[in-house]
């Protein structure tokens, strides 16, 4: 793993903040997002910190990080708390798109030695079914999803991530690209 950029270092430092207060107050947890696939050698994921937890604790996570001192805010969105530490945005997911945050979803986290701090990181195919689920008509980039299957492409179960994401037509426009540049090890278009 390269040496994190100085906007990484500050995601990876609230990040460090975030994980500790939630295990110090027995808050289950994991670590989601574009982070977590960065903690296992995917690209950088500046943008911000995602915290998967589950629906009935995400008040309390809420408040443990307001008491870290944090800056809570209620979104309108309903699957979601955020929290700001300076600049750095936490997201608390706790409903994403597709997948039910609860004790079998924590229990498929790996715990990973992220920055010298050992914690509860997402499965990789859950990272990358959670993302493609939340596609849409009004945000459509494959990007990062791009980003994170070629750097990690040996440590994703594909079929899975196909099996979950089926129903998306944008899932299955996702699979004609990574499939066609020999990504997956599926089908090679032309």
Known sequence: MSE??????????????????????????MLGGGVAAWARGGPE???DVDLMVKPADAEAALAAL???GLRPERPPEGWLLKAWDGEVLVDLIFSPRGMQIDDDALGRAELLNVKAQEMPVMALEDVIATK???????WLDYAQLLHIARACREQIDWDEVRRRTAESPFARAFFEIVDGLG??????VG
């Open 4 to 29: 994190p950029s100085p906007e990484l270092e500050e995601v990876l430092d609230t990040l460090k903040t975030c994980a500790a207060k939630l295990r110090d107050e027995g808050i289950p947890y």
């Open 183 to 188: 990504i997956t090890g599926g089908e090679r």
């Open 132 to 138: 493609l689920l939340a596609l849409n008509e009004h």
């Open 66 to 68: 307001e008491d870290a």
């Open 45 to 47: 994921s500046v943008h």
